[in-house]
Nanobody, 125 residues
Framework: QVQLVESGGGLVQAGDSLRLSCAASGRTFSSYAMGWFRQAPGKEREFVSAISVEGTTTTTTYYTESVKGRFTISRDDVENTVYLQMTSLKPEDTAVYYC???????????????WGQGTQVTVSS
C-alpha cells in the first residue's frame, strides 16, 4: 500500500512558478514510477508528467506537449518524494493536480495504482 500526499498548490499569476511536492509512504517507493495528472473543471483527468523508476544510471521523464520546457519532474528516493517544478504558468494550467504511483512502469493513461487527494493550482491572467 502506498499513500500519497500532495502539497504546494496555490493561487499565482500568469508567468509565476510553483513547485508541487508529493510525499509517499511505504518502503518500496523506489520501485514505483511516479506521475502527475491534472483535472480542470468539466474536463477529464489528463496526464501531465511522469518519471520512471530510477535505473542504474538515470531516470526517464515524460511530459505532455503543453508543459514541455516549462515543467520539470524529479524524484528523491531517499525522501520518498516526487516534485513537479512549474514555471511560466498559464491560466490554462489551472486545475487540481494529482500525484500517482504505478508499480515499475509509466503509463500515459490513468491506469495508475495509487492516487493522492489532489492540490489546487489556480493561475490568474
Amino acid at each position: 500500500q502506498v499513500q500519497l500526499v500532495e502539497s504546494g498548490g496555490g493561487l499565482v499569476q500568469a508567468g509565476d512558478s510553483l513547485r508541487l511536492s508529493c510525499a509517499a509512504s511505504g518502503r518500496t517507493f523506489s520501485s514505483y514510477a511516479m506521475g502527475w495528472f491534472r483535472q480542470a473543471p468539466g474536463k477529464e483527468r489528463e496526464f501531465v508528467s511522469a518519471i520512471s523508476v530510477e535505473g542504474t544510471t538515470t531516470t526517464t521523464t515524460y511530459y505532455t506537449e503543453s508543459v514541455k520546457g516549462r515543467f520539470t519532474i524529479s524524484r528523491d528516493d531517499v525522501e520518498n518524494t516526487v516534485y513537479l517544478q512549474m514555471t511560466s504558468l498559464k491560466p490554462e494550467d489551472t486545475a487540481v493536480y494529482y500525484c500517482a504511483a504505478r508499480k515499475l512502469t509509466v503509463s500515459l493513461l490513468t491506469n495508475w495504482d495509487y492516487w493522492g487527494q489532489g492540490t489546487q493550482v489556480t493561475v490568474s491572467s
